[in-house]
């Protein structure tokens, strides 16, 4: 069961291969690709199976397949000699079955009959029986010598393979290292050509290249003279930086003094209100002042009054009218002194402030004045605005003690008019000071006004000079830097130069070099020349040694083969001794090109390769009509084939008994 299933798969396989390599696999094909996932992979695995393996398949191409490699030829003789193995083991096996089953029915058969015959007819029919099984071993034996007949065909079949193959592996080792050999010539020509050109470039670029070295004097002196020019140029690029500098050093302090005017302007401005601020505070003070001396004199003819009405008084002789007046006065002017005493220590304690305020004054004028050399007014005449309302408040004071002194008596009213007097005087004199010490600022405002105009006149002055230097500065700075930069244009063309000139320099030293790599190399492609023509005299001497050698194996061909091979061998001889002899030319052609600097070598190649393929497709024709011959040969008598094997033993083991020896 196990082996009727094992050839159901086998027939399986190839119905599948034939299905897929038939006209029509591409329909079997879609319907393998319909199918699901698993089952198209173990069909592809199948597929590859019956394809690749050669065991299953053994493929017969290769008899319709011309000038394959010797490593196809004996991969082909190994897969022919593996199917021929199997083919001889499932004939053995088929001979056993084919025997079990004759024998197993005569046994049957003889049984059957034995049982029914009577017993005179047994001994007959056990005769038959015997008769017939010895005609089975005949026939059996028959079919065992054409079997070995058929393996020995197959097996001198292979051996016959073998010896075209080796002899085509040798001829086909030659081909190669005379297509090598020339690949090389025709590398080594172009080679040749390419050098021979770049050998005329070089030659010209040379002379090019010596008329410029008489040039690179003229160049370098010239050179020196723009690095001196450039030194030079330097040197006042440098000052001129300096310069800028310096200029933008007083740039900046024009900047600085500029912004110091305006600040001196606008504190000439402020001293300037100030000043009429002062004005109209010193001439309210002069009305206040002359308002006071007209209440004094007010007050001066009030107490004269006053003391005229005490003398009446004092006179006994008066009216009772008068005492009455009298004690009214003199009531009135107790409570006008017990007033004025209370009045009299309030301007003490404001006569106190004010002598603080005076001192705060003095102060403050010194301050003032120290203010005034460090050029700022602005504190003092905040100060004097504090002291202002200080004098307002004064003078109202007065203004409160004249009023007040009216209605003292005439002692404490003189009393008191001294010590206002006092006061006022002492208020003059503070006045007097105040509008001295008002007038000092203003003289040195004056005087620091005048300065500063002085001043500003000087900066204007210096301000259009340092414009004035400014363009021209600028002017001479955009001429210096349009030099510098004509100069350093002129620098980089320079430079430029020099390098082109030193790569120049470089490449010519590299040609001069690369030249004598050339020359050299031109001796030694001379030497290897000779060395070439010494080899053809040794091709010779090996064509002389290999045509004994065809000659031999014609000579051994003709013993095995039949006539029609005899004009074969002769042909292969002469197309050899033609390919040999056109090689021996186009080695002297090639000769004669590589002397006259290699001007024909298109043409030598395509004669080789013409050569070549005329060469191969002769030995491919020479090679199938041998094997036709020896195809031939084997339908031939047994007994001739007997002979001929024993020939073909003894020579096969006279030259070549190590690969006879493997066969067999």
Known sequence: LEEGLEEIRKLLLLLLGCAVQCERKEEYIEKIQSLHFDTKAAIAAHIQEVTQCQENVFDLHWLEMEGLCPEEWENLCRSMSINLKMLVDQRDQQFETIKSVVFGDDSSLIESASSRLPLSQQHL??????????????????????????????????????????????????????????????????????????ADKLEGEVARYRDKLHNMNFY???????????????????????????????????????????????????????????????????????ILELSQKRSMEESQRLGWELELAKNPQQNSELKSLGQEVTEKTCSRLLKLEKENQRLLKTLEELQGTSHSLDEFISESKHIEENGRMDIVDSKIQKSTPAFANMHNDQIIIKTSNQSLDTEHLHASLESTNGNLHCLEVELHELETENQRPQVNFNQNQGQVDIVNQGLVHENGQLEQDKSCLVKENRRLRQQVKIQEASLDSSNLK???????????????????????????????????????????????????????????FVSVTLSPSLSQCKQLESELESSLMKSLKIKKERMAALEARLQESAKINQQLRQDLKTVSRSQVQSNIVYLVVILEWGKTKTVYQTHVSLKQKKYFFHFYPKQLSSYI
């Open 125 to 198: 029919a056990l005769e038959l029986t015997d008769a017939k099984a010895k005609i089975k071993l005949q026939l059996c034996y028959i079919c065992l010598e054409m079997a070995k007949v058929f393996i020995l065909k197959f097996v001198f079949f292979f051996l016959a393979l073998s010896i075209p193959s080796t002899f085509v592996r040798g001829q086909n080792m030659q081909l190669l290292t005379d297509a090598r050999a020339a690949r090389m010539y025709r590398d080594e020509l172009d080679a040749m050509k390419e050098r021979a050109i770049r």
């Open 498 to 556: 020099l390098v082109v000139l030193e790569k120049e320099n470089r490449t010519l030293v590299k040609k001069i070099n690369y030249l004598s790599e050339s020359f050299a190399k031109n001796k030694e492609l001379e030497m290897e020349n000779q060395e070439l023509i010494q080899q053809t005299g040794v091709d010779k001497r090996m064509m002389t040694t290999l045509r004994e050698k065809c000659r031999m194996t014609t000579f051994v």
């Open 220 to 290: 370098k002196v010239k050179l020196e003279e723009l690095k001196e020019d450039n030194q030079v140029l330097m040197e006042s690029k440098a000052m001129l930086e300096e310069e800028l500098q310096s200029i933008k050093a007083r740039s900046d302090k024009l900047h600085q003094l500029e912004k110091h005017n305006l600040l001196l302007e606008s504190k000439l401005h402020d001293m300037e209100e100030e000043r009429t601020v002062d004005r109209r505070r010193i001439e309210e003070l002069l009305e206040r002042n002359v």
